[in-house]
């Protein structure tokens, strides 16, 4: 809010008591997978160095990067504690990059390049 005005709740006020005072962080929920592929590309070789070199506000639980690791090892896109250098890995983050371009194209309202 950044003037004054009128709030309209589509809830009851004791249900807006009931509220947590502030919603979990998405980190917590999401799916790690297409971040830590693309971290290990960019250089992060382990969920140990993700953990304590990059400034998390809300860092995601251990067991949720190691569980990422292993299925991403499992699908032959990463090697164990290694960068992304298999080709199918390297596959997949170019794959998930032209996706993401290729949404903010559509959401800016950008002609797709012929």
Same mark, same amino acid.
């Given at each position: 809010?950044?003037?004054?005005?009128?709030?309209?709740?589509?809830?009851?006020? !004791?249900?807006?008591?009931?509220? &947590?005072? $502030?919603?979990?962080?998405?980190?917590?929920?999401?799916?790690?997978? &297409?971040?830590?592929?693309?971290?290990?590309?960019?250089?992060?070789?382990?969920?140990?160095?993700?953990?304590?070199?990059?400034?998390?506000?809300?860092?995601?639980?251990?067991? $949720?990067?190691?569980?990422?690791?292993?299925?991403l090892i499992?699908?032959? !896109?990463?090697?164990?504690c290694k960068? !992304?250098?298999?080709?199918?890995?390297?596959?997949?983050?170019?794959?998930i990059a032209?996706?993401?371009?290729?949404?903010?194209?559509?959401?800016?309202?950008?002609? $797709? &390049?012929?």
């Amino acid at each position: 809010r950044t003037q004054e005005g009128y709030c309209i709740r589509l809830f009851s006020e !004791a249900e807006f008591n009931r509220f &947590p005072e $502030h919603s979990t962080p998405e980190i917590i929920s999401t799916d790690l997978v &297409p971040t830590i592929l693309l971290l290990s590309y960019w250089g992060c070789a382990s969920p140990e160095e993700i953990m304590n070199e990059l400034p998390f506000i809300d860092p995601p639980p251990k067991s $949720h990067l190691d569980n990422a690791y292993d299925m991403l090892i499992g699908l032959g !896109a990463l090697e164990e504690c290694k960068i !992304a250098q298999k080709k199918k890995g390297n596959d997949i983050v170019l794959l998930i990059a032209a996706k993401i371009y290729r949404e903010c194209q559509l959401t800016l309202g950008l002609p $797709h &390049p012929s």
